[in-house]
């Protein structure tokens, strides 16, 4: 049963020392009864009360951390089934399936190939599933070691005692998940996961199958688990991926309270645009390693922009580095163009300008990720701050140009920037961005 | 305790909407549960696909939908083609060339041409407007009229027109209105109230709660998504329960993943794969939050989404 923070607030020492990282035990107590906190952060709770809470209190979905050092993820921790309830906490990540009958080299490199930065975040494929297929230890055991050589973490889907054994012993250091796990081997396979310190993935044919064999591997003491929704088909992949978070955050079942791995690479084998449908379906609805045949580009782009959507914090807007974004070929005597750091913004804004074919550089303060018209009422966009941008970025030094455009919804700028900057040429542009092509065309 | 499964159906339900006659007529909504959730109780009606065609042609095209349309010369003749797309449910025909700011085509000759398509396709149709809400406001008026017993989906009424649109689209020529809103569920529902306080009827109305792409700005479309089927089902908001249409390829063909050429972006590869892979992920992204149908442009689009929707429902 779920404690009240009022509940809660009665066995802490409220002493309100904030070693907690709360301003008082009463804060502190309703963050951990919301799931936000657990319960051990607080230094000064007596043996009996710590008891009495954690199990009462503890989130209802746990954090599994994979990898390491750099590589280290996290997955699963969430405490809510849709992103307005509150925010959602671990972004799904990514896996390319390699097999020994694959070209191991060639998949391997394309797989790296997908690397790049999107506001502020590295895209690029997390994980590789490495499948074991009979080939016997010693050939698996010279694949993981391949895939491990690119240093991403490593999925070991084997249930072969011996052949996980050898793969580990060659990555266990890197903090692969060990997926091999079902029914009939599970407190093997638990052994040999416990041993190498990594999390265990399970699997069954049956959701009642699958809650008996992860609570018997709990009752063992094996905790640090992942729930493979398994490949029988798309619906069932689907309903097993719904009904295992839904147990756990609304019917608060903590057996399914454990991340989930689903193969859609297997469940859409050869159909590399149904993978990518369904990776955006999984995305949404409880997916928290998704394997893939491969990731090509174009599936990266849509994929990886989609999931940067979902696992935004509602509260915490999406910004781009401020600083000077060339378009079209700008060069330093190209017009300059100014606007605010908010994601979408520049998304619409840069999109536009690449239509017009005009070379400008695009300049983008700090306005604190808000829109155009909010930061200006918040006081984040004036002419004191587009200024200051221009001088703290060194602007007249990089750009000979002195010509700046301005959003059309900040036309009131004009007269106070003109005396801010006044080697500057103040122009006011449009008030929506669809109207820049032409705009930009006229201008030139 | 063993794991037992209790089905979860909500006791609202999603408004059950028919567009289109004959055997070919679609029912959209009517489920009693979030999107593909089989295990609390079966989608009376699976989510829908439609294809978008333009009556500007399509030479600016990736090559796939160049390939598809092949030598037609009309847009009847492309729209009769679209119909018999594999996994295409519906035809939605855009009346671009209608834009003051472009071709600016008479209303009447748009209206005409909608009739022609409606008349030599057995399939539902939809018609678009060309985004401007004055001239939509006049155009989509005539359409409705033009159309009157082919019970056609018009897209759409907006805030700004939808007195004149829902007036003859929804009363008087008995087409189903579609109730544009900008990704905010309160807009979504003070539009249906309005067209409700009109006379139009709850049943008769399909919502487009607004979209993006994937990536550019698409959480947003998610949680209104998410949100308003939570109120519609879970709270028994009458004014919520409409189905929703969720035209996605209008959007995605127009951000820089899908327009970018290869010369540009030799990293990328190709343009067709990045438009198609844009299309189907943000689709598929929809249908997932729960939109009853969603509209798109590519073959290979239409048949990926089509298939993914069989194999869960």
């Known amino acids: ?444 | 305790m063993p794991f037992k499964l209790t089905p979860q159906p909500f006791k609202a339900a999603i408004k059950e909407v028919e567009v289109g006659c004959g055997a070919k007529a679609i029912k959209l909504g009517g489920e009693k549960t979030f999107p593909f959730y089989s295990f609390d109780a079966e989608m009376p009606n699976a989510p829908k696909v439609g294809v978008e065609i333009s009556d500007l042609g399509f030479e600016n095209e990736v090559a796939g939908i160049k390939d598809f349309y092949g030598d037609v010369t009309n847009v009847v003749e492309m729209a009769k083609k679209a119909a018999a797309m594999e996994g295409a449910d519906f035809v939605v025909l855009r009346l671009e060339s209608a834009d003051p700011n472009g071709v600016n085509k008479s209303v009447d000759e748009c209206a005409e041409l909608a009739k022609a398509v409606a008349d030599a396709i057995d399939a539902p149709l939809a018609i678009m407007g060309c985004k401007n809400d004055e001239k939509d406001g006049e155009l989509l008026v005539k359409v409705s009229e033009v159309l009157e017993g082919k019970n056609a989906m018009i897209l759409s009424a907006k805030e700004a027109n939808y007195k004149t649109i829902g007036a003859s689209a929804g009363m008087a020529y008995g087409q189903k209105v579609g109730a544009e809103s900008a990704v905010d569920i309160n807009l979504a529902k003070q539009l249906n109230v309005l067209l409700t306080q009109l006379g139009v009827k709850g049943e008769t109305v399909v919502m487009n709660l607004g979209t993006a792409a994937a990536g550019y700005g698409y959480e947003y479309v998610a949680s209104t998504l998410d949100r308003t089927k939570a109120a519609a089902l879970g709270q028994n908001d009458d004014m919520l329960q409409m189905p929703i249409i969720t035209p996605i390829s209008t959007e995605t063909y127009g951000v820089k993943e899908a327009i970018a050429s290869e010369d540009d972006m030799p990293e990328w590869g190709s343009q067709e794969t990045r438009a198609i892979d844009m299309e189907v992920v943000t689709a598929a992204a929809c249908l997932a939050s729960g939109s009853n149908a969603v509209i798109l442009r590519h073959p290979a689009s239409v048949a990926t989404v089509s298939t993914m929707i069989k194999e869960l429902m």
């Open chain 1, 1 to 444: 049963m779920a404690l009240t923070g009022i509940q809660i607030f009665k066995l802490t020492p409220k002493k309100n020392c904030k070693e907690c990282g709360s301003p008082t035990c009463m804060a502190f107590s309703m963050k951990v009864a919301q799931g936000a906190v657990t319960i051990d952060k607080c230094p000064h709770m007596s043996e009996e009360a710590l008891a009495q809470l954690s199990e009462a209190t503890a989130p209802p979905m746990k954090t599994i951390t994979i990898g390491a050092g750099d590589e280290e993820h996290k997955l699963g921790g969430e405490t809510v089934l849709f992103r307005h309830e509150k925010t959602l906490v671990s972004k799904n990540l990514y896996a390319v399936n390699l097999t020994a009958a694959d070209d191991a080299d060639a998949k391997l490199a394309a797989m790296t190939k997908v690397d790049y930065d999107r506001i502020g975040e590295r895209m690029y494929v997390e994980l590789v599933n490495v499948k074991y297929t009979g080939e016997g230890a010693d050939a698996y055991a010279a694949l993981v070691q391949k895939a491990a050589a690119t240093g991403r973490t490593l999925v070991l889907e084997c249930a072969d005692a011996d052949a996980a054994k050898a793969a580990l012993a060659v990555c266990k250091d890197k903090g692969p998940v060990l997926n091999g796990a079902n029914p009939s081997n599970y407190e093997a396979m638990s052994a040999i996961a416990t041993e190498a310190g990594v999390a265990l993935g399970v699997t069954a044919d049956t959701l009642e199958a699958l809650y008996d064999t992860v609570a018997a591997l709990e009752k063992a003491g094996n905790k640090n688990l992942v729930l493979d929704v398994g490949t029988a088909s798309i619906k069932d992949a689907f309903s097993k991926a719904v009904l295992i978070r839904r147990a756990a955050l609304k019917d608060e079942d903590r057996t399914f309270g454990y991340p989930s791995i689903v193969n859609i690479g297997a469940i859409a084998a050869g159909k590399p645009e149904l993978q990518a449908a369904l990776a955006a379906v999984f995305t949404l609805k409880y997916g928290s390693i998704l394997v893939m045949e491969d990731m090509s580009y174009a599936q990266a782009l849509a994929l990886y922009g989609l999931r940067q959507n979902i696992y935004t914090d509602p509260q915490k807007p999406m910004k781009v580095e401020p600083g000077i974004y060339p378009i079209n070929g700008a060069d330093e005597n190209s017009v300059c163009v100014t606007t605010v750091d908010f994601a979408l913004t520049y998304f619409v804004v840069s999109g536009e300008l690449e239509r017009s074919g005009v070379p400008c550089n695009l300049l983008i303060s700090d306005a604190g990720g808000m829109s155009v018209l909010t930061a200006w009422a918040a006081g984040k966009l004036s002419a004191g701050t587009i200024a200051k941008f221009i001088e703290e970025h060194e602007i007249a030094n990089k750009i000979k140009n002195r010509t700046l455009i301005i959003p059309g919804k900040v036309a009131v700028l004009k007269g106070e920037m003109e005396a801010k900057l006044p080697d500057w040429n103040i122009v006011v542009g449009t008030t929506e961005a669809v109207q820049l092509v032409k705009f930009m065309k006229d201008y030139k």
